[in-house]
């Protein structure tokens, strides 16, 4: 035996009675009062369908809705609708739940439906009418069934036609590069914004102080540096090309000659602040130059950098050769050490030595050396005076010297004394 009930214009439930339900105009009254039509209705015991402006549904029983859980994403998804069997109102909702427990506590969220649950929560009957598969589906299936005819019947719950939600959410990553791509092509908009934000940085906010000071206490230096570490070498290992390029831009920018002012202003406040933690860094930096393994390390780059770049080696090796040519080849200017007379010129110091050679006053070249700290001025080895002479006579640069001979005379008179 089966039985339609209408509900108002729109809505009609066709409903199965087994003899158990046939009963309740006797037994089951007394238990659930005058309307106990609508309590069993509640408890699901018969098959029901629901018609929504001529559309039939199958209405869901407990089980059905349990085993309708999809099986990708572990999600309940349903549309549903609540009556209200006094007044005849009703809602049409849909529902994306990933647990039961949520299923079940969510009754609808329309802003006209929920005061009226509010108060009347003991005379509204929710009945799930399909499921679906994808939060898509629901949209889709609820827009068909909430359309703006059914929104004009005054018993409607609904504010808003159905398949107003959004199915795909964007991810943070997607929402932010859109929010930096629109900053990009409006810069005008930001420009005050982001002096602002640059200002509040190099200052320090409070915040960000208070971070720093929480990154200071949990993590020591050591292991920042070693976490900075294994960051980069990740980024490397993953990303070689774009590492590179950083470390190209890197490179180029500490080399420009605006960093270059900034570090050594802040070199130059930071040393007369610490003048002695300065004196100990330079020690530190010399040794560390100096040492034997710094020289192995340079030397073994420098091997390794002349294989790599050949031609930049040679042509390295043939500005150092012209630079030593030019030093080398000043004129030089023997003079007498009695009276300091220009005994003869020589074109370089290599002619010079060549002379001293054949003369058998020196027994090869590198007398070119002695020359040279004799025009130099170069310490004694005795660590007293300056290098006054060589192989028995004075030696001048042609540039430094007069025309006349007095003022050599002069010049090795002095140093005589």
Request: some cysteine.
């Amino acid at each position: 035996m089966s039985i339609e009930i209408p509900i108002g214009e729109n809505i009609r439930i066709w409903k199965e009675f087994n003899p158990f339900e046939l009963s309740a105009e006797d037994g089951f009254t007394s238990f659930f009062g005058h309307d106990s039509k609508r309590h069993l209705a509640r408890m699901g015991f018969n098959r029901e369908r629901i018609s929504i402006k001529g559309r039939w549904f199958d209405v869901l029983t407990m089980s059905e809705l349990v085993r309708m859980r999809n099986s990708s994403d572990g999600y309940y998804r349903a549309i549903y609708i609540q009556i209200n069997w006094e007044s005849g109102e009703y809602y049409i909702g849909k529902v994306n739940r990933p647990k039961w427990s949520e299923l079940i506590r969510y009754q609808g969220s329309g802003l006209k439906f929920v005061n009226k649950f509010k108060n009347n929560e003991d005379k509204f009957a929710r009945y799930y009418i399909a499921k679906c598969e994808t939060a898509e589906n629901t949209e889709q299936l609820e827009a068909s069934i909430v359309t703006n005819e059914l929104l004009s019947d005054e018993k409607c719950l609904n504010l808003v036609s159905g398949g107003a939600g959004t199915t795909k959410h964007p991810a943070l990553a997607e929402t932010s590069e859109k929010k930096r791509e629109y900053m990009r092509n409006h810069p005008e908009q930001f420009k005050d914004m982001l002096e602002a934000s640059k200002k509040a940085f190099r200052k320090g906010t409070p915040a960000l102080r208070e971070r720093n000071k929480r990154i200071q206490e949990v993590m020591s230096a050591e292991s920042y540096r070693e976490m900075s570490k294994v960051r980069m070498e990740k980024w490397r290992a993953e990303k070689p090309l774009a590492y590179e390029e950083a470390r190209r831009k890197i490179r180029k920018s500490i080399k420009s000659a605006e960093v270059q002012e900034k570090r050594m202003a802040s070199l130059k406040k930071w040393a007369e602040e610490n003048p002695e933690k300065h004196i100990q860094w330079q020690e530190k930096l010399l040794a560390s130059r100096t040492s034997k393994e710094a020289k192995e390390k340079r030397k073994a780059s420098l091997k390794n950098w002349r294989g790599s770049n050949p031609e930049l080696a040679k042509a390295n090796a043939n500005k150092r050769a012209k630079a030593a040519a030019v030093k080398l080849s000043k004129q030089i200017c023997m003079l007498d050490l009695s009276t300091g007379a220009v005994l003869k010129t020589f074109p370089s110091q290599r002619d010079a030595a060549r002379w001293l050679v054949e003369n058998g006053k020196a027994k090869n070249t590198n007398c070119a050396s002695s020359i040279s700290a004799v025009c130099l001025g170069k310490p004694c080895t005795t660590g007293y005076g300056f290098r006054k002479k060589a192989f028995g006579y004075g030696w001048r640069f042609s540039n430094e010297t007069d025309s006349t001979n007095q003022t050599c005379f002069e010049f090795l008179w002095r140093t005589k004394e």
